[in-house]
């Protein structure tokens, strides 16, 4: 079916409750594991989708039509996409409630002052997570639409170093806790093409209450870049930010 086509929604009473059960799993469960499913695959369809969430082939099609139906996955021909209610959903979520009203400005300000590409990004079940780009069509080239990396991007190792308590990463390296304080003493963290190559990037905290690390504000550029003085000036920009969080 081509994007846009108008599509019939169910009423409400025809979905399944909640309470019900989806291959061994709740339908919400189910519903939530076909979305992400689709999410990693970008577009697949129902066979390799109910494959991917370990649910019958018949429930993950019956719930993949309802979620379509809803918009929060869009059809393409036989396969299956992210729809636009998700999207729109999803970009409302940030991870405290002033972030992006304190954030809009300082970002951009200090995205043309460096001429580099800024982000915003969180600690997600021990990922890091891009919340916010600015300019948001001009990533780094190989980093793509991709939204998730290891938690030991700058900003990972920025927002574990500053964290308390300390996040359930798994058994970490021998040297973190020398590197922690290192971290925590400049109030930056550095990735040099460690995650990425052709990538580098310098991160700083972002302080809500009580000094309590919100997010991380991240400058990405390339390996010709001096991090150190893309940190400091990172750095002014986080202060000003976490000035915007803390007022009531």
Not at 19 to 46: H, I, K, Q
Not at 48 to 72: F, I, N, S, W
């Amino acid at each position: 079916m081509a994007p846009g086509t108008r599509v019939p929604v169910r009423r409400p009473e025809t979905l399944p409750a909640a309470t019900g059960n989806a291959g061994g799993r709740s339908v919400l469960e189910g519903a939530f594991a076909l979305l992400e499913a689709v999410e990693r695959a970008v577009e697949a369809g129902p066979t390799r989708l109910a494959a991917d969430c370990g649910l019958p082939k018949t429930t993950a099609y019956r719930l993949l039509e309802q979620l379509a139906d809803l918009g929060a996955v869009e059809r393409c021909g036989g396969s299956y996409r992210v729809g636009p209610r998700m999207f729109r959903l999803g970009s409302a979520w940030q991870p405290h409630p002033r972030l992006r009203a304190a954030a809009r400005e300082p970002m951009r300000r200090l995205a043309q002052l460096t001429g580099t590409t800024v982000g915003i990004a969180v600690l997600w079940k021990g990922e890091t997570l891009m919340v916010e780009w600015c300019p948001d069509d001009q990533r780094p080239e190989p980093l793509g639409t991709r939204m998730t990396w290891p938690w030991f991007t700058a900003a990972g190792k920025v927002l574990v170093a500053t964290a308390a308590p300390a996040p359930l990463l798994g058994p970490l390296p021998a040297s973190w806790s020398r590197h922690a304080d290192t971290i925590r003493e400049h109030g930056a963290a550095f990735d040099r093409e460690e995650v990425v190559t052709g990538v580098c990037c310098t991160a700083v905290p972002l302080l809500g209450v009580r000094g309590t690390p919100v997010a991380a504000l991240c400058v990405l550029t390339d390996p010709a870049h001096h991090l150190e003085r893309l940190a400091e000036t990172a750095r002014r920009t986080g202060r000003v930010i976490s000035t915007g969080l803390r007022r009531r």
